[in-house]
């Protein structure tokens, strides 16, 4: 198990959790129905990339 050497000072702490709380997280706009979603994530109605990759109720019937 790993132990560390030294205590990290509050300093320090706060300077290695700076890029934890990110003011506006990152949005993409699905180029096929023009959608808002999370970069890298499926948009509300199951596109990715373009490309139906989620089937949801409505599709099956």
């Not at 959608?35 to 019937?61: A, C, M, Q, T």
């Amino acid at each position: 198990m790993a132990v560390q050497q030294n205590k990290k000072s509050p300093s320090k702490r706060g300077m290695h959790r700076a890029h934890d709380f990110l003011s506006a997280p990152p949005i993409a706009v699905e180029t096929s129905t023009g959608e808002i979603h999370l970069r890298h994530h499926i948009s509300p109605n199951g596109f990715y990339r373009g490309k139906k990759v989620v089937k949801s109720k409505s599709d099956e019937s």
